[in-house]
């Protein structure tokens, strides 16, 4: 972990730019700006980045008619639902470049449900998000829900109407992530950062899943070492799940990029709302860098230790060892921070991320040195300019760079898993601040939680 000097394989991280990134690369969408013929009726082209500030202003425009939107990534173009078929309804969505969707259910209908699934079916093993593009909550129970607690999720779901919610079963459980990974150590607890920050005093830190955060008080870059950094809020279960660490050392360089491994890496110059539809990269410990979409928002999760809200739920996998990683996009926004969920990369599953956007409110920080905030509500741009001489955009990400290899099963959140042997891999930068410590001997980048052996 960098302090008063940053070494020497990671000097062209600190110098800005994004490092070249691998050659069997993930080409994602790359529309440039929003063009139209000039037909105010034809849909317009975004960038999935840019969505979200347009879909925030429609929802305060639309009022009761707006019923959620998400990215259609193969058109480029921004879905609003809306309810019923008032026509000037339509031109306010078709003027904004945007596509309407009429559907069955509004917004106040579907959080009226959610609330029903929380005080009637609040289960561990359970989760639930609103899914935009069927006009749905999605509910999801992993396999420790049998028996009576099905029947009652069963009949809570059923009760709640026709075409208001699903249900489906996962293979695994509901979990934090943990074991393995690129380290920071504390209290009996093994973690990793997500994103290098300042705190709203103008002092270097870092922030990590809030299950990393309740688990120890002070976090060393080694096993044995003395600890460098110490938790100054720390929230799970409940609104979140997202901690705020800071370096001991006020001269600590807390740069802000995400490595992808294999001496790679990303600059980070925004924080960024998620957008339903829209493709991320997740990075972490146990398998590297991986790929894939939003799925929900708003999403509930019922872990074994407490219900925590407000999550991003996705169709990345994940394993244990990936807790509090970074999900971020290509061009360069931070979105979110592992958190948890089921299944593994072999199989599948579903996978539950902090946004960042709501972890930096929460805290008062700013990404990297303080040049990227964390912006509108709604908004994708960070606030307060960029954070980095580099465009983040260069080049393409190649999800299978940089991924270790499994890390091991881990117990359940907190800090409770087992530790995978192995050697540490170094002491250079993760994230542009923290250090490679990873069971595996891999240099990659994620955040988890596991006990030392």
Not at 39 to 53: H, L, N, Q, S, Y
Request: hydrophobic letters at 35%; proline letters at 3%.
């Amino acid at each position: 972990m960098s302090h008063k000097r940053i070494p020497k394989r990671k000097a062209a991280i600190a110098a800005g730019s994004v490092a070249a990134l691998g050659a069997a690369a993930l080409l994602l969408p790359n529309a440039n700006a929003s063009q139209s013929n000039g037909d105010d009726a034809t849909p317009k082209t975004f960038k999935a980045g840019d969505v979200a500030d347009v879909a925030s202003q429609l929802a305060s425009q639309l009022g009761q008619s707006f019923a959620g939107s998400y990215y259609d990534a193969g058109k480029q173009q921004l879905i609003i639902n809306v309810v019923g078929n008032d026509s000037n309804v339509v031109n306010r969505i078709e003027k904004a470049g945007a596509v309407a969707n009429e559907v069955q259910n509004s917004t106040a209908e579907l959080k009226a449900a959610a609330r029903t699934l929380k005080a009637d079916a609040t289960i561990p093993g359970t989760a639930w998000a609103v899914d935009p593009k069927t006009n749905e909550i999605r509910v999801t129970a992993d396999s420790t829900v049998t028996g009576g607690k099905w029947d009652t999720l069963e009949s809570t779901v059923k009760g709640l109407g026709s075409g208001v919610a699903t249900i489906k079963k996962s293979a695994g459980t509901f979990k934090t992530f943990v074991d393995g990974g690129d380290a920071i150590f504390g209290g009996g607890a093994r973690c990793s950062l997500g994103f290098n920050v300042t705190a709203g005093d103008g002092s270097p830190a870092f922030l990590t899943a809030g299950h990393c955060g309740v688990a120890a008080a002070q976090w060393s870059d080694s096993q044995d070492g003395a600890p460098i950094a110490t938790v100054d809020q720390a929230t799970f279960p409940g609104d979140g799940d997202f901690a705020l660490v800071k370096y001991d050392d006020p001269n600590t360089q807390a740069n802000s990029v995400v490595n992808v491994g294999n001496g790679q890496s990303v600059e980070i110059t925004q924080a960024a709302d998620a957008t339903v539809g829209q493709q991320v990269l997740r990075m972490g410990s146990t398998t590297g860098l991986n790929d894939g979409n939003v799925t929900g928002l708003d999403a509930t999760v019922n872990y074994p230790e407490g219900t925590v809200t407000g999550l991003i739920q996705t169709d990345v996998c994940a394993e244990p060892g990936d807790s509090g990683g970074s999900l971020f996009t290509q061009d360069g926004s931070a979105i979110g921070l592992t958190s948890g969920g089921s299944g593994d990369c072999t199989s599948g599953g579903e996978t539950f991320f902090q946004p960042v956007t709501t972890a930096l409110q929460a805290v008062g920080a700013t990404l990297g040195a303080g040049g990227a905030g964390a912006g509108d509500a709604g908004a994708g741009d960070a606030g307060a300019g960029d954070a980095g001489a580099g465009d983040a955009g260069a080049g393409t990400v190649d999800p299978s760079a940089g991924a270790g290899d499994q890390a091991g099963a881990g117990d359940e959140a907190g800090g409770a898993a087992d530790q995978t042997g192995g050697e540490q891999a170094g002491a250079g930068d993760h994230a542009g601040g923290a250090a490679d410590q990873s069971g595996t001997g891999m240099d990659d980048g994620s955040g988890l939680v596991s006990s030392q052996p």
